[in-house]
């Protein structure tokens, strides 16, 4: 008898054959999936023995070491999560090929990033967004609301989705209890995140972002077979509908007119082209160019050409989940029309454990019934690397701004080693948080995961990229007008995000009865309108307040990125002084016991303290670390690269438009 856990079963009934079975359960498939996580914990053992992790620089930035070709991989893997497989492949099978366009989108964007923001970042010498919205302002209220909605929205749109996508494929394969499996996997996902540091991570997203294609290929592979080609598969998607459809219109169930068309009409599109355009690249913006996952993997690069490589090379990476995701998760619908293109809430319920529809199973229900033994394991591996890479990535960055912006303000006599330890211990607590979201995001916008967490996305970031774009690149504005800007943008978002959360995003066939002038506007078309209105009132209380002198300003604008001018910051950072004038202070030294000998080794806690820079060592370490100089030859490289990025994404969206 199977129980139920948030509309989870622990045994689920086969809708082939009406038995109970476990999908993977042969000695193939458990062999792989074995071999595969002895092999992410080696080379996050070998990261965490061969990296520094004792210090601020070695765990959040990986001493600033990294090349190109691991950056690019882990900005890749982290943004591919189990959410992409499960979320883009369930809004592919309902509308078609236009999500595709968001991971298109970034083709774009990433150049921005390595060339417009990257620099800046570096020039500033932080290792947190927020801490550079500290250095270009000063104050602390705009550092500390930036952490703790970076913070809100990782819990919301991140970890819990991702989790809660771990959790169907999991049901879906092994039906077991996903609560206890999704424990399993962060204490797997937690234990390198906490021991590693960005080192560890950054590795082992370079090896899951290996698995994650070479699997995906082989499932697209085998999903074209099954629908005899690419025309096939055109012809008989228009035409994938469930056979029994109860008294739901016909419009519900029946696939769009335009779902191989990424642009759609302005007005009755389901993701209509002003908001795939302008309302898309806001928040694009805000997630690869200000959000702390993304860029703190630029900033542990050597220089800046390896930023621009690692930017390159996710770039031409994104090109794929278009043909690797999307398409499967469409075929998937022709071959399992039944329960993938369930419209009927009793049935939906009975298949996937949400009323609102099952598309969100769609990829992992074809990896189930598609793929032979060993590859189905190679599958659920795949899965699983993509869930793990984008976890440890969130924790890495999320403990980052905790104990740099947050805990280092509560305790500014903190150590380097309690400010280690407290960022540890916060990922834990995270993770706590976000197992209690993962009911909400169940029922989210129709049961489509990738568009629940586009629309809180489209609610919450635009005006932090209002923000960042006028601190980068308009010196007048000041503190007060990005602070009010920031407030006010953020009662208007969320007031739209409480509507729908207490009306209810509602489905096709059980409409929610938000009022019109709330949830009528569509939220791609509401991020542009937030926007807009966040960079009014930034401009507007800028203009009418004192603005910032240049002084202050050196080397964190784009008009004054190339000053050698000295900067004079507006506030110093409390906590490093007092770490440094802890060092001074002479403790006596103690043998430690070998339990604790080995735990600060596990964790990186060394009890030696590292010899004490000159004077004029920092200066040169500084100077080091905030170089954006390029060697001609490699600048030449990147650029040309950068230009056939764009023309490629250009091509495709003309192709696909």
Same mark, same amino acid.
């Given at each position: 008898?199977? =129980?139920?856990?948030?509309?989870?079963?622990?045994?689920? *009934?086969?809708?082939?054959?009406?038995?109970?079975?476990?999908?993977?359960?042969?000695?193939?498939?458990?062999?792989?999936?074995?071999?595969?996580?002895?092999?992410?914990?080696?080379?996050?053992?070998?990261?965490?023995?061969? *990296?520094?992790?004792?210090?601020?620089?070695?765990?959040?930035?990986? !001493?600033? /070491?990294?090349?190109?070709?691991?950056?690019?991989?882990?900005?890749?893997?982290?943004?591919? !999560?189990?959410?992409?497989?499960?979320?883009? &492949?369930?809004? !592919?099978?309902?509308?078609?090929?236009?999500?595709?366009?968001?991971?298109?989108?970034?083709?774009?964007?990433?150049?921005?990033?390595?060339?417009?923001?990257?620099?800046?970042?570096?020039?500033?010498?932080?290792?947190?967004?927020?801490?550079?919205?500290?250095?270009?302002?000063?104050?602390?209220?705009?550092?500390?609301?930036?952490?703790?909605?970076?913070?809100?929205?990782?819990?919301?749109?991140?970890?819990?989705?991702?989790?809660? /996508?771990?959790?169907?494929?999991?049901?879906?394969?092994?039906?077991?209890?996903?609560?206890?499996?999704?424990?399993?996997?962060? &204490?797997?996902?937690?234990?390198?995140?906490?021991? !590693?540091?960005?080192?560890?991570?950054?590795?082992?997203?370079?090896?899951?972002?290996?698995?994650?294609?070479?699997?995906?290929?082989?499932?697209?592979?085998?999903?074209?077979?099954?629908?005899?080609?690419?025309?096939?598969? =055109?012809?008989?998607?228009?035409?994938?509908?469930?056979?029994?459809?109860?008294?739901?219109?016909?419009?519900? #169930?029946?696939?769009? $007119?335009?779902? %191989?068309?990424?642009?759609?009409?302005?007005?009755?599109?389901?993701?209509?082209?002003?908001?795939?355009?302008?309302?898309?690249?806001?928040?694009?913006?805000?997630?690869?160019?200000?959000?702390?996952?993304?860029?703190?993997?630029?900033?542990?690069?050597?220089?800046?050409?390896?930023?621009?490589?690692?930017?390159?090379?996710?770039? #031409?990476?994104?090109? %794929?989940?278009?043909?690797?995701?999307?398409? $499967?998760?469409?075929?998937?619908?022709? @071959?399992?029309?039944?329960?993938?293109?369930?419209?009927?809430?009793?049935?939906?319920?009975?298949?996937?454990?949400?009323?609102?529809?099952?598309?969100?199973? +769609? #990829? $992992?229900?074809?990896?189930?019934?598609?793929?032979?033994?060993?590859?189905?394991?190679?599958?659920?591996?795949?899965?699983?690397?993509?869930?793990?890479?984008?976890?440890?990535?969130?924790?890495? /960055?999320?403990?980052?701004?905790?104990?740099?912006?947050?805990?280092?303000?509560?305790?500014?006599? +903190?150590?380097?080693?309690?400010?280690?330890? &407290?960022?540890?211990?916060?990922?834990?607590?995270?993770?706590?948080?976000?197992?209690?979201?993962?009911?909400?995001?169940?029922?989210? =916008? /129709?049961?489509?995961?990738?568009?629940?967490?586009?629309?809180?996305?489209?609610?919450?970031?635009?005006?932090?990229?209002?923000?960042?774009?006028? &601190?980068?690149?308009?010196?007048?504005?000041?503190?007060?007008?990005?602070?009010?800007?920031?407030?006010?943008?953020?009662?208007?978002? @969320?007031?739209?995000?409480?509507?729908?959360?207490?009306?209810?995003?509602?489905?096709?066939?059980?409409?929610?009865?938000?009022?019109?002038?709330?949830?009528?506007?569509?939220?791609? #078309?509401?991020?542009?309108?937030?926007?807009?209105?966040?960079?009014?009132?930034?401009?507007?209380?800028?203009?009418?307040?004192?603005?910032?002198?240049?002084?202050?300003?050196?080397?964190?604008?784009?008009?004054?990125?190339?000053?050698?001018?000295?900067?004079?910051?507006?506030?110093?950072?409390?906590?490093?002084?007092?770490?440094?004038?802890?060092?001074?202070?002479?403790?006596?030294?103690?043998?430690?016991?070998?339990?604790?000998? +080995?735990?600060?080794?596990?964790?990186? @806690?060394?009890?030696?303290?590292? $010899?004490?820079?000159?004077?004029?060592?920092?200066?040169? @370490?500084?100077?080091?670390?905030?170089?954006?100089?390029?060697?001609?030859?490699?600048?030449?490289?990147?650029?040309?690269?950068?230009?056939?990025?764009?023309?490629? +994404?250009?091509? %495709?969206?003309?192709? %696909?438009?």
């Amino acid at each position: 008898m199977s =129980q139920d856990y948030f509309g989870f079963s622990v045994m689920k *009934t086969n809708a082939r054959n009406g038995t109970n079975t476990v999908a993977i359960a042969n000695a193939a498939d458990i062999s792989v999936i074995v071999v595969y996580f002895l092999v992410v914990l080696a080379v996050g053992v070998w990261a965490m023995v061969r *990296t520094n992790r004792s210090t601020v620089g070695g765990f959040f930035l990986a !001493g600033r /070491s990294m090349v190109w070709w691991p950056i690019g991989a882990s900005l890749f893997a982290s943004n591919i !999560g189990s959410g992409h497989f499960v979320g883009i &492949a369930g809004t !592919g099978a309902a509308g078609g090929i236009a999500i595709g366009g968001f991971e298109w989108n970034a083709l774009i964007v990433v150049v921005i990033l390595g060339w417009l923001f990257v620099p800046i970042y570096t020039k500033a010498g932080v290792i947190t967004m927020p801490e550079y919205l500290k250095k270009r302002f000063g104050g602390q209220r705009i550092r500390i609301y930036l952490s703790v909605l970076s913070l809100f929205l990782y819990i919301f749109t991140k970890i819990s989705a991702d989790m809660f /996508s771990g959790a169907i494929f999991i049901n879906q394969a092994l039906h077991l209890n996903i609560y206890v499996a999704v424990v399993a996997l962060l &204490a797997i996902t937690a234990l390198y995140t906490v021991t !590693g540091g960005l080192a560890a991570v950054i590795y082992t997203d370079t090896l899951q972002t290996i698995i994650m294609i070479v699997g995906s290929f082989i499932l697209m592979g085998y999903a074209f077979v099954e629908v005899g080609g690419y025309e096939n598969f =055109q012809r008989d998607f228009m035409t994938a509908v469930p056979e029994f459809t109860g008294n739901v219109s016909a419009k519900c #169930y029946t696939p769009r $007119p335009d779902s %191989f068309h990424i642009f759609r009409d302005a007005v009755t599109g389901d993701l209509p082209w002003p908001g795939m355009i302008f309302g898309l690249t806001i928040q694009a913006i805000w997630y690869w160019c200000t959000d702390q996952v993304i860029v703190q993997r630029c900033l542990s690069a050597k220089n800046l050409s390896h930023v621009k490589g690692g930017c390159i090379l996710c770039g #031409y990476l994104k090109l %794929f989940p278009m043909f690797l995701i999307v398409f $499967p998760g469409m075929i998937s619908r022709i @071959l399992y029309a039944e329960e993938v293109a369930c419209v009927d809430p009793e049935r939906c319920q009975e298949y996937c454990g949400a009323s609102v529809g099952c598309t969100n199973i +769609a #990829y $992992p229900k074809l990896v189930v019934e598609l793929m032979p033994n060993g590859l189905r394991g190679l599958m659920l591996s795949v899965m699983l690397a993509s869930l793990m890479s984008s976890l440890t990535s969130i924790f890495n /960055s999320a403990s980052t701004l905790f104990t740099m912006d947050i805990y280092s303000k509560i305790r500014s006599s +903190a150590k380097e080693r309690e400010l280690m330890i &407290a960022g540890r211990l916060f990922i834990l607590a995270l993770i706590g948080v976000s197992i209690a979201w993962i009911p909400v995001v169940q029922n989210a =916008q /129709s049961g489509q995961l990738f568009d629940y967490i586009q629309s809180i996305t489209s609610y919450l970031s635009p005006p932090v990229t209002a923000v960042f774009i006028l &601190a980068v690149f308009c010196k007048r504005v000041n503190e007060s007008g990005a602070f009010y800007g920031l407030t006010i943008g953020l009662v208007i978002g @969320l007031s739209r995000m409480i509507a729908e959360f207490i009306y209810g995003t509602g489905s096709c066939a059980n409409p929610s009865d938000c009022p019109t002038i709330i949830c009528g506007v569509h939220y791609l #078309y509401f991020a542009i309108i937030l926007f807009s209105v966040t960079c009014l009132i930034i401009l507007g209380v800028s203009l009418m307040t004192k603005p910032i002198e240049d002084k202050h300003l050196y080397r964190l604008c784009w008009s004054l990125r190339n000053s050698t001018e000295e900067r004079v910051d507006l506030e110093q950072d409390n906590w490093v002084d007092n770490n440094s004038d802890s060092m001074d202070i002479e403790e006596p030294d103690e043998d430690p016991g070998c339990c604790k000998k +080995a735990i600060m080794c596990f964790c990186g @806690l060394d009890e030696k303290k590292g $010899p004490k820079l000159s004077p004029e060592e920092e200066a040169e @370490l500084n100077r080091k670390l905030t170089d954006t100089s390029e060697v001609p030859l490699w600048r030449n490289v990147a650029n040309i690269n950068a230009i056939i990025l764009l023309c490629v +994404a250009v091509f %495709f969206h003309g192709f %696909f438009g």
